[in-house]
């Protein structure tokens, strides 16, 4: 446990480091900390601070910068965050308005990169089951038939199917005025348990032509869905402690273009609540080590479907980064939760 001077001076040693981007001297934590220490008194604490792993000696200057531990220590106990100002929520709510929700998301991770200037990231909604708001069918060639399939969300999907016989126009719009008048809102477990039942009034190959509309328009749209939207990950070439290493900065882009790790990071916070951060190898992600991960989960109707989070350096505004992250999330879920964008 730390004295309440130390972790003042802590305290400050970080403020200063995140906006001046500099190591931290004993003169500087003299001026802004408030402390009545002299010199020596507050060099003995940071060689405390330092002994403890909480701040680190840069081997080029005698001021100290802040180590992830200490950075831990000052996000969880030490930070004093600053909520959005009424007029800066009214703006990301304005700006979060969309007829779809891969447009919702899309904009979610975008104002997340725009705010923040460093990557915005955010988790798309898994879709857990298959549904339709309508069905079309296209005669392309001979067995070659077009799907299109509207979704309750209003994203337009195409397939192409190849059948056993070719079908007539009359014989399409047919096949999918059924499919809409009896399935369409429902999901593909309660489709099968119908088909067999519902199809049996049919020929049998208009039944096989529905199944398989069916099975495609469910892969066609799993298969759509980018499971992780990624935005602004040039602004982290602006960070001058990630650019100045090449080979981690191919490193840390090699990951945003893969996802999978940071898909699993993204699950993993689904299960939480509010705001996480992760600091450095809290990630578990190597190309992460210079990095902090801000997260928070978002709803859909109450139930928490996904991810918006950041990803910049260590030394971040953590103050500033936190609220416009938690208020992304919000305001995402109130979208989403919307009639007018679920269809």
């Not at 009424?86 to 447009?103: C, F, K, N, V, Y």
């Not at 999918?176 to 519902?198: K, P, S, T, V, W």
């Amino acid at each position: 446990m730390l004295n309440e001077r130390a972790r003042i001076l802590l305290k400050t040693l970080v403020e200063r480091h995140i906006a001046e981007g500099q190591p931290v001297g004993s003169r500087s934590l003299a001026r802004f900390s408030g402390l009545d220490l002299s010199p020596a008194s507050i060099r003995n604490i940071m060689a405390d601070l330092e002994e403890m792993g909480y701040i680190a000696s840069p081997h080029t200057s005698a001021g100290r910068v802040p180590t992830p531990r200490g950075y831990r220590l000052f996000v969880d106990t030490l930070l004093t965050v600053r909520p959005l100002q009424h007029a800066e929520i009214s703006q990301l709510e304005g700006q979060l308005q969309a007829d779809s929700t891969q447009r919702l998301v899309n904009s979610a991770s975008q104002l997340l990169a725009e705010l923040t200037r460093f990557a915005g990231v955010v988790m798309t909604p898994r879709r857990r089951t298959f549904a339709f708001r309508h069905i079309e069918f296209l005669r392309l060639s001979g067995t070659r038939l077009l799907l299109i399939v509207v979704t309750p969300e209003g994203d337009v999907q195409n397939r192409i199917l190849i059948t056993d016989s070719p079908y007539t126009p009359a014989e399409l719009v047919t096949a999918a005025n059924f499919l809409n008048q009896h399935f369409a809102g429902m999901d593909i477990e309660d489709i099968r348990a119908r088909l067999q039942a519902d199809l049996q009034q049919l020929r049998q190959d208009m039944s096989a032509l529905m199944t398989q509309a069916i099975e495609a328009g469910s892969a066609a749209l799993q298969e759509h869905v980018d499971p992780v939207v990624i935005t602004g990950e040039k602004n982290l070439l602006d960070v001058q402690e990630l650019s100045s290493d090449m080979a981690r900065l191919r490193r840390l882009f090699a990951l945003f273009e893969q996802k999978t790790g940071f898909l699993r990071l993204l699950e993993s916070t689904v299960r939480g609540h509010g705001v996480q951060i992760f600091i450095g190898g809290d990630s578990g992600l190597v190309p992460l080590d210079e990095c902090s991960v801000v997260t928070a989960p978002y709803e859909v109707d109450g139930q928490v479907v996904g991810t918006v989070g950041v990803i910049g350096p260590t030394r971040m505004a953590y103050e500033r980064v936190i609220p416009i992250v938690d208020v992304t999330a919000k305001l995402l879920s109130a979208a989403l939760s919307h009639d007018a964008v679920r269809g």
